[in-house]
């Protein structure tokens, strides 16, 4: 059973949440527009040789949204449908999460044209080479730093980081995060999205008095973000009574156990498909069952008008980027449901990627206990503030989190327009 998701344009969910921030900011025109709009978008093509001896050429994106707040940072999709909309949206959704959380980053993002799935580990590591060198004066540890996203992960990153260390003479580990330990990398950053899920998650079920011990949860995407937000969430006693990856949805009434579960995956090729203690449902199924929380974990815009109202769950924890388009925001809310926005609930990654990028300039080793903790108080504080000016304003948790991210970003981008702006010297 294949799995089909409608698109819509995950650009414009962008632009109709920053509208309704910018309107109650009463944000100037010219910042918002500047502010809209990427600082770069660099489209490359090139060519690797596939292990049959053919050539193919493919194309590759890099979209910078903006710098006002640091180097700007995020990370790679290697997907058949990645486009430009797509980058831009997923690139300034970068900014607005750092800013939420306080990471002293921008906002950026990337993307290959192509199915890591029907591609060897040799066509991978050349296309990430030739991507790299094609991009080699873009990225850099001061300027634009990539990280891990979907169909990407620590060989990816490592690769890039040997290419552009190649290209620069030197071995540069800041340039890129998410990398194996034996490359620079950071204990904790494989898990780190998954972690930062569950703790939003726990926060969540708190918010609405219900245990965890007495919750259920369905999980749609069983990959990096997926399998570590359901790990954590059964190790903390909630019942996953569904999950599912882009081969097959199933459901368990009775809770299904994650760690089987991911020795089956593991021993498969990397897919749930034909794991035997579950019933097979419809993809869509999934996001309509009568649950406490819904996570989910995989792509944009897989709830929208169209099926919002089919929604039962209590608690919505958005782990993928964009995963409820703009239209279906109103619906979800005259229904109660309480939708923990993207730009806060994922961002475990990038806050575990910020501590790798620290680690890698300051030359230290951190312990993972060190890092989990960080990252819980990074995430705990990021929650209560997006609750508390939800309750000031008067608006969702998500609209919230967009008022906080524009105001700093907005702030921060007019002090540097007036720097330059200002008469420099008087020339006689
Ligand atoms: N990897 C990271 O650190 C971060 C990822 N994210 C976001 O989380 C989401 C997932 O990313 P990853 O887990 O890294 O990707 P991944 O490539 O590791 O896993 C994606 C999963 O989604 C499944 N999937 C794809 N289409 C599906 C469909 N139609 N129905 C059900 N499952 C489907 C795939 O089979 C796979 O299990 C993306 O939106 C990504 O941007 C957000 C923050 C950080
Ligand atoms: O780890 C990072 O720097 C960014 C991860 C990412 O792409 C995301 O949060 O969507």
């Known amino acids: 059973m294949s799995a089909e998701i409608i698109k819509q344009n995950p650009f414009q969910s962008m632009i109709d949440r920053f509208n309704i921030a910018a309107d109650i900011l009463k944000l100037d025109e010219s910042i918002r527009q500047k502010l809209q709009r990427p600082e770069k978008q660099i489209v490359v093509n090139f060519s690797i040789t596939l292990d049959n001896g053919s050539e193919q050429n493919f194309e590759g994106y890099r979209v910078i949204h903006n710098t006002a707040l640091g180097p700007s ?25 750092s800013a939420v959380t306080g990471i002293p980053f921008g906002g950026a993002k990337g993307g290959i044209i192509c199915d890591p799935k029907t591609l060897s580990k040799t066509e991978l590591e050349r296309i990430t080479r030739a991507y790299t060198k094609a991009l080699a004066d873009i990225f850099g ?36 995060t998410g990398k194996h330990l034996h490359s620079g990398g950071s204990l904790g950053r494989v ?14 079920l708190e918010k609405l008095k219900i245990r965890p011990a007495r919750s259920t949860a369905a999980i749609q995407g069983f990959g990096n973000v997926g399998l570590h937000s359901a790990l954590f969430l059964y190790e903390k006693g909630v019942k996953i009574v569904a999950v599912s990856d882009v081969s097959e949805a199933f459901f368990n009434p009775d809770g299904i156990n994650i760690p089987e579960l991911i020795l089956y995956y593991n021993l498969n090729n ?10 097979a449902i419809k993809h869509e199924e999934l996001l309509f069952l009568d649950v406490d929380v819904l996570i989910p974990a995989a792509k944009e815009d897989v709830i929208t008008k169209k099926n919002a109202n089919d929604v039962r769950a209590k608690i919505i924890i958005e782990a993928a980027n964009g995963p ?11 229904k ?13 990654g990038v806050t575990v990627s910020y501590f790798e990028w620290l680690q890698n300039s300051l030359l230290e080793s951190w312990r993972i206990h060190q890092i989990n903790k960080r990252l819980e108080d990074i995430l705990e504080k990021g929650f209560e503030t997006v609750f508390r000016v939800s309750a000031k304003y008067d608006v969702s948790p998500r609209i919230a989190a967009y008022i906080i991210a524009l105001k700093k970003v907005a702030e921060t981008q007019s002090v540097k327009e007036v720097a330059l702006e200002a008469p420099k010297f008087k020339q006689n």
Not at 191 to 204: H, Q
Not at 324 to 334: K, N, P, R, T
Not at 336 to 348: E, F, M, Q, R, S
């Open 324 to 334: 409820v388009s703009s239209d279906a925001d109103e619906i979800l809310q005259g």
């Open 191 to 204: 898990e780190a999205t998954g972690r930062g899920v569950s703790i939003i998650t726990l926060l969540a």
């Open 336 to 348: 109660n449901v309480l939708v923990v926005p993207d730009i806060l609930a994922n961002a475990g």
């Open 270 to 279: 990397k897919t749930i498909k034909g794991y035997p203690n579950s019933v």
């Open 73 to 97: 940072k995020g990370g790679i999709r290697y997907d058949n449908a990645v486009n430009l909309d797509e980058v831009k949206a997923l690139a300034a959704w970068m900014t607005w999460k």
């Open 141 to 176: 540890p001061e300027k634009d730093v990539p990280a891990p996203d979907m169909g990407t992960g620590p060989d990816e990153m490592g690769w890039l980081m040997d290419e552009f260390s190649l290209v620069h003479g030197k071995t540069i580990h800041a340039v890129v």
